[in-house]
């Protein structure tokens, strides 16, 4: 995942069941072969890999069977993610499959002619990926949240849970270009709300222990969180210390809070994976990604976990709370 910009899942129009289960079954005994290029570890992305091979199935690829997938995982160090690239063009798959927007360049600078399938939570158009949504014009297509464009939503509903809040935190990565348009969007709406944000940068190699002691030191009263490939690997440790130093925090992806994080607000990760595989299927098909149009989400979802609540001691408004796609027990 960048998985942010990356890094989090929708309501799309046509569901997974209702895919034809043509694919297998059109070219008996061909074995495809596809790469997925990832910058978290194999334990962090196992969840997300099995979702994405569970919706592989559902149209009739089987790994082993007809389908062959090369895995590569930077676990983090994010200067393997180009040699990995490389690695899986050499092997001419089929297709790649890239998550955020930190792999997918990595995936475009070693190739303009294998086919890319994205997940993106940025801009794919502003950085660079593709001509536009609807006709993307490269070797490039997929799915794409544009989170930067509900940072400022985010804000309002953090504020709205936390009314008394006026300085809020903002831990972010000024590396990844859907950081830079989230942390811009909210900068203008804390005018709005009349709060005051506070940066606090996710680089690499970063000490989270020291952030949260400057954000307690400055008088931080909530936080957002947005996500990057960075602060998704390290999802736990975040959540740890915003709990440990009560710190209210909103999240872009509901798997903060279901890890035991306060609220998320964005669109679904896991759908956004189940999506994808539609573009997977209909470039093994024969389907060119520069005529196939980047899908954005048409639902994002407000999780709220309720233990968080009242570990925090906080009681939100019930207008936030009737508003919320969930409430975590």
């Known amino acids: ?49 099995v979702i994405g091979k569970s919706a592989l199935r559902e149209i009739g690829y089987v790994e082993g069977r007809n389908l062959a997938i090369e895995y590569r995982y930077a676990s983090g160090q994010y200067d393997l993610l180009p040699v990995h690239a490389a690695e899986l063009v050499k092997l001419n798959v089929d297709l790649i499959v890239a998550l955020g927007d930190i792999t997918i360049e990595a995936a475009r600078q070693a190739t303009r002619t294998t086919p890319i399938v994205m997940i993106s939570g940025g801009d794919p ?15 490039v297509t997929g799915v794409a949240s544009l989170i930067p464009d509900i940072n400022p ?3 309002s509903l953090l504020k709205e849970a936390v009314p008394r809040a006026t300085r809020i935190g903002v831990l972010w990565n000024p590396a990844s270009r859907g950081g830079v348009l989230g942390y811009k969007g909210m900068q203008e709406a804390a005018r709005g709300l009349g709060v005051t944000l506070s940066s606090y940068e996710t680089r690499r190699g970063v000490d989270f222990d020291g952030v949260f002691a400057s954000m307690v030191k400055e008088r931080t009263e909530a936080m957002v969180v947005l996500t990057d490939p960075q602060t998704f690997n390290q999802r736990d440790r975040i959540r740890d210390l915003a709990a440990r130093n009560r710190i209210p925090a909103m999240y872009e992806i509901r ?7 306060l609220m998320a607000y964005g669109p679904s990760l896991a759908g956004m994976i189940q999506r994808s ?25 407000l999780v709220i976990n309720r233990k968080a609540l009242k570990a925090l001691g906080l009681t939100l408004p019930r207008a936030v709370l009737l508003r919320a796609d969930q409430v975590i027990e």
């Open 277 to 301: 595989v539609f573009y997977v299927d209909k470039v093994l098909k024969g389907a060119r990604p520069a005529d196939l149009p980047v899908e954005q989400p048409t639902k994002f979802e």
């Open 153 to 155: 939503k985010m804000l």
């Open 1 to 49: 995942m960048a998985v942010r910009s990356a890094v989090m899942v929708l309501a799309f129009g046509v569901a997974l069941l209702s895919w034809p289960l043509q694919s297998a079954a059109q070219q008996p005994g061909k074995i495809h072969k596809i790469g997925v290029l990832l910058a978290a570890s194999p334990a962090i992305a196992a969840p997300w890999i």
């Open 255 to 261: 798997e903060f809070v279901d890890d035991g994080g």
């Open 125 to 139: 158009v502003g950085a660079g990926f593709v001509a536009s949504l609807a006709h993307p014009g490269g070797n």
